[in-house]
């Protein structure tokens, strides 16, 4: 199973080496890697639905109950066929659509990526785990829609899409973490036995937004939507496979996993019913003011995420189950009518609806595709989209009091979204083929194949619908723990939900025929683009931006002295603060060692240089003055029974004041820059920070010292490293690795010097 | 003593951010060098003062039988040194360096950016 | 600099003060001294005889760039640091020869440890000085 989800990330990794060896090998070998993991995935299809789920345990952070757990039931083995069946059909797809482009190789390297984070997504059965997953499927997709890379608007859409995924990812990372610490745990499976710990929980509601706000991130909830529009300026297969069928669910499926957890309260159903309510409605409407195919199908897409999210949010058993089929029924249909719109725009150089006719002449497999896609879009009895209509509608019929205000509006949306489809699967076919177009011809097999077979599947499906009875039952489980046995079945007998079926239908065929898709339409909603989510997001960046920049100016203004002034006054205020609370300083007279006239001297001549330092013009002066401070520094240590320091600081004196010496003579002139006021200033600040240290150093000398460690070193030292000072025990013995690994920082600062004095750094002397 | 100490210790650190706050790289590397000499003091300081008692063991007996100083702060301050010793050579070298490329050492006239150099 | 008394003086203080440097990093172990303060000894007596007679003299007397004394001595540390692997005990742990060996005193792990901080720190100190002598 490891394997299986990491095979995608192995030959993203391999990838480079692939292409070096042979560039056009990649199109035609890395197909069979999803197709790999979907007979795999088929093969294992038996166990789950006779157990219920499997899971694989193989330990990574233990210490922080880390593990990678993968689990399989139902719900992810749907998402798993789905991720490997779509994206075996999308790899052999993409291998003709992008034939010769210069990056191929990476962009399959993308889509492995992708493909691997999206089924670990879906398999994790640990949070920590889910959550990495989730990242990685926002990043690749921001390579992935970024892959015009030298287009700036597929760059901004990349940028937008990542910000708005990453900031929902970064607020479910929070929510998952609170989870974890509320209930100890972050494994699903233990998670899903204990759900009251939540609901009684002070913190319930600030979980539930933050795996709200994650969720309606990534699912292109309202108000978060916009950013999947904008993600249509990735190629066609990308936005047939992440846009559509698998990325975009990745909210909804984690709102499926936690339903059982987190849901059930009036918070969780409510709010998922308004937001989801909001987002297809407005998403279906948007859908009818766009004449790019391509836009079109990305608001039909919203509002079919939308209706996911309020079929959840409805919560009765026939919604769950309707949301579950629905998954599986958008994701076929819709696909094939994003790969259609790929050929079509492949084929004819565009992707404008008001221009496309009559195309069923030239390339009718594809018009085939179109036709059947459309009309499961559409919910036409046979096709799988009549079925999960029927369950959609039944389920939200027989719910709470709203029942009919809710039905109305999944029916208007409904109907919206047959108009959609048709315009995408059946108005480029139908009609007569424009005179442009007539030397269009069928492509190449690898593009109009993938679209057939998700087509004849979703007729399939709609006729044989006994055929996924077991599947479904499997999916419907792990919605509803407690299912009660489903059969599919095409007629479900005179009633209401076959009345409303029957209205969306007419309404929307009617509506399709009235109604013609314009661009004077899109031309009035740019008038209210003011208001739109996209706009205040933007300018939103735009403020952050201004605002990071005069933050950014005002405080790293590239002075040194500004920085440094900065930090000192910072800690100045704050120990400062702290001091006006009240030090009590009681020292104890007897500790203090007494003044020797010598050690007297010693104080003098240090001030009397430091000061000297501070004054004197002339550069040998102040090195001068330094050394006589090193010096007497030495003497201190010499006073106060430090040998060893004092040995090695009178070295390093010596040492450092020949450098001086040796560099001083290439060095400028001493000159004076600075005005009288702001030595004044600085004299002033560096006042008081020295006594802010005296003081401090005074405090701290005063508490009582702490000696375990020093006792025990030199208890230690003959005894079990047999030397008799300390300090040298301590350095080659006690703490030999820091002493070492303190050599090897003396060699960089060597290595560096020497590579500065030799290598040529001058730009204006470049030979 | 102690006191006299601790006067110091604060000089050392007030010198040591005068001469940082200079324009002048060469007062700025002096400066790093007395707050280097003043932050060495302080924790010599904090081992606490004991005189004429070195951390080494008697050559007789095999533990302390007198009162000794703290070796820890020893340890710590002669690493400190040594180390202070490679920061200062490279530093030093470093203003060598750019005072030969762009014939300045006032910090101020290196505000740019790379592309402007 | 090229004083008579000078270059007299530093040819007889190169070896006594060699000499000093080994003694200290020899007793560093029971006394005050250790691997740095004879490792910068050593290198302030090549320097001073650097100043007496020229970096090419001195040079011609060390016969090895003193860059490849900064590899030998991290490498002997760390094998100091190893070697206790060899007889399956922790890494760092002291293994001592139990004899003590005459003039050098007890002969350890330690000891060959601070022998490779000795040589690192004349390497590093003497590539930082010679460079910058060089390139005046």
Known sequence: ?????????????????FSKINKNLVPKVYPFVPLGIFVYLLYLMPSVLQEGSLMWNYPWV?????????????????????????????????????????????????????????????????????????????????????????????????????????????????????????????????????????????????????VFVGAFTKSAQFPFHFWLPGAMKAPTPVSTYLHSATMVKAGIYLLARFTPILGGTAIWQETLIIVGGITMLFAAVHSLFRTDLKSILAYSTISALGILVFLLGVGTQDALLGAGLFILTHALYKATLFLITGIIDHETGTREVTRLAGLQKVMKPVAFAGYLAALSSAGVPMFLGFISKEIMYEGVFHSSSLAWVLTAALVITKVILFVAGFWVGVKPFSGNLPAEYQKVHLPNPLLWVPPCILAVLCLL??????????????????????????????????????????????????????????????????????????????????????????????????????????????????????LYDGVDIHLDWNQISQITPSEFLVVVLMVASIFFALITKTRTGVIVALGIVGLANCLFFLYYSAPDLAMTQFSIDTLTVLLFMLVLVQLPRNRSFSSRKVRLRDGFLSLMFGSLIAILALEVFEAPSYTEVSDYYAENAYILAKGKNVVNVILVDFRGIDTMVETVVLVIAAIGVFSLLNLNLNPFKKN | MELLLIFIIGLLHAAGIYMLLRRSMFKMIIGLIFLGNGVNLLIFLLGRLVKGKPPVIDEASKVFTDIYADPVPQALILTAIVIGFGLQSFAIILIKRVYKVLETDDLDELNSTDEEI | MK????????????????????????????????????????????????????????????????????????????????????????????????????????????LVFDIGVYLVVIGSTLTIMFSITDTI
């Open chain 1, 461 to 578: 499906f709609g006729v044989l619908p006994a055929v996924l009875d077991g599947f479904v039952q499997a999916v419907f489980i792990s919605l509803v723990p407690e299912a009660p046995e489903i059969h599919l079945a095409i007629w479900h007998g005179f009633n209401w939900i076959l009345g409303m079926s029957l209205v969306t239908l007419a309404l929307g065929f009617g509506l399709y025929l009235f109604f013609k898709p314009s661009t004077n339409l899109i031309l009035k909603t740019q008038t209210f683009d003011n208001l739109s989510p996209i706009n205040i997001a933007e300018s939103g960046g735009r403020i952050f931006k201004a605002f990071a920049w005069k933050w950014t100016g005002f405080f790293q203004n590239g002075y040194l002295r500004n920085y440094v002034i900065t930090i000192l006054l910072f800690l100045t205020v704050l120990a400062g603060y702290r």
């Open chain 1, 62 to 210: 233990p210490s922080f109950g880390v593990d990678l757990v993968f689990r399989l039931d139902g719900l992810s083995l749907l998402f798993g066929l789905l991720i490997t069946g779509i994206g075996t059909l999308v790899f052999f797809y993409t291998s003709y659509y992008l034939k010769g482009d210069e990056y191929l190789d990476r962009f399959y390297g993308y889509l492995s990526m992708f493909m691997a984070a999206m089924l670990g997504l879906v398999f994790s059965d640990n949070l920590i785990c889910l959550f990495v997953f989730w990242e990685l499927t926002s990043i690749s997709s921001f390579f992935l829609i970024g892959y015009k890379n030298n287009d700036p608007s597929s760059r901004k859409s990349a940028l937008t899409a990542l910000g708005i995924t990453g900031f929902g990812g970064l607020v479910l990372l929070a929510g998952l973490i609170w989870m974890g610490f509320v209930s100890g745990t972050f494994s699903f499976t233990e998670l899903i036995t204990t759900p009251e710990v939540f609901r009684e929980h002070s913190s319930y509601i600030w979980i539930v937004v933050m």
């Open chain 1, 1 to 17: 199973m490891i394997f299986a989800v990491i095979s995608g990330f192995l030959s993203a990794a391999l990838l480079p080496l």
């Open chain 3, 3 to 110: 004083s008579l008394i000078f270059q007299t003086a530093s040819k007889y203080l190169l070896p006594l003060l060699l000499l000093f440097s080994v003694f200290i990093l020899l007793r560093g172990h029971y006394l005050p001294g250790g691997g740095f303060v004879g490792g910068l000894m050593a290198a302030i007596a090549f320097i001073l005889h650097s100043f007496a007679f020229g970096l090419k003299e001195t040079r011609s007397i060390v016969r090895l760039n003193p860059r490849y004394l900064m590899p030998i001595g991290l490498a002997l540390s760390i094998m100091a640091a190893v070697s206790p692997w060899l007889v399956n005990l922790p890494v760092m742990t002291g293994l001592w020869y139990d004899e003590p060996i005459k003039l050098i005193g007890m002969v350890g792990s330690a």
